[in-house]
């Protein structure tokens, strides 16, 4: 047989890593009829079909999916040999694709340790997209992405970066016009803002001691997808809010804020999530250190 033409493999591999014709003629900056001209082609000199094609939906053949692993498995051992010559360069550069939930960028520490990276890095190109889901992190070639809290099932690879503090806080004046609560069921007495696309919905769940936990079903009156408008509210007496620690602190060292119940609060893990079906680029592992290095 004749010599495959390594432009189709990489097409052919794009277009499923996206799972779409379109993607994969954005990602190699090529046209979605040379991209599908390219995989008949492939097909073609490898004489079976690789790809099921309908007008919504692609799926793989058996032959399809056994060169595509195989093909990947290239790719990775291409990705160790250009890693370890990085190294021995001691030099990493190319973009770096992350995705960050927005209240982050409260987090003056971490932000802190965004701005070191790439005063120590100055190769690299960060690219910080905006996003809390998890979804299609290779679909939208994102490297890394943070998460908050617990870890959906999922396939990715994960890093713990640090722990964050969670407290329960209101202004004084709200406590001296509404009092104080002293364990989470009295949250049911009192006016509470959530965060809208909190895991547990409308539930606030409280250490009662390392072994178990209470969940407290609130009547939130206000819920948002910012955090911070959240605390702000709090601040000026409009109720009770679950705060991170990176946006609370200040306002309790103030006395802005008062921590509530803090014997039944908990912490939650920052983590960085990555694709785990191909070995991650050093710039990505090399991000990562640097990070539990500087925040843990």
């Not at 079976?48 to 094609?53: G, K, P, S, Y």
């Amino acid at each position: 047989m004749k010599n495959i033409n390594l432009n189709l493999l990489i097409t052919f591999h794009t277009v499923v890593k996206n799972n779409s014709f379109t993607l994969a003629a954005d990602e190699l900056v090529l046209s979605k009829s040379v991209i599908s001209k390219q995989v008949q082609q492939l097909e073609k000199e490898l004489q079976c079909t690789l790809i099921q094609r309908t007008t919504r939906t692609l799926s793989l053949t058996d032959e399809g999916r056994y060169l595509y692993e195989q093909y990947s498995k290239i790719i990775d051992d291409l990705h160790r040999c250009h890693d370890t010559l990085s190294q021995k360069n001691e030099t990493i550069g190319g973009t770096l694709r992350v995705r960050l939930p927005i209240v982050l960028e409260h987090d003056l520490q971490l932000m802190r340790a965004l701005s070191e990276f790439m005063i120590s890095y100055p190769s690299v190109e960060l690219e910080v997209t905006y996003g809390y889901t998890l979804d299609d992190l290779v679909g939208d070639n994102i490297d890394l992405a943070f998460h908050i809290g617990e870890l959906p099932d999922s396939s990715f690879k994960c890093r713990k970066i640090k722990e964050i503090q969670t407290f329960v806080v209101a202004s004084p004046h709200y406590l001296e016009k509404y009092g104080k609560p002293e364990a989470p069921a009295d949250l049911n007495d009192h006016t509470c803002m959530n965060y809208r696309s909190c895991l547990t919905k409308d539930k606030w769940k409280f250490h009662v001691d390392d072994n178990s936990y209470e969940s407290v079903n609130l009547k939130s009156k206000i819920r948002s997808d910012s955090e911070s408008l959240l605390v702000e509210m709090a601040r000026q007496g409009v109720g009770v809010a679950c705060a991170l620690d990176f946006l609370a602190e200040k306002y309790l060292a103030s006395g802005e804020l008062v921590s509530l119940i803090s014997d039944y609060t908990w912490a939650t893990e920052l983590y960085v999530v990555y694709p785990s079906k191909a070995v991650a680029p050093y710039k990505t592992r090399i991000f990562i250190d640097y990070l539990v290095n500087r925040l843990s």
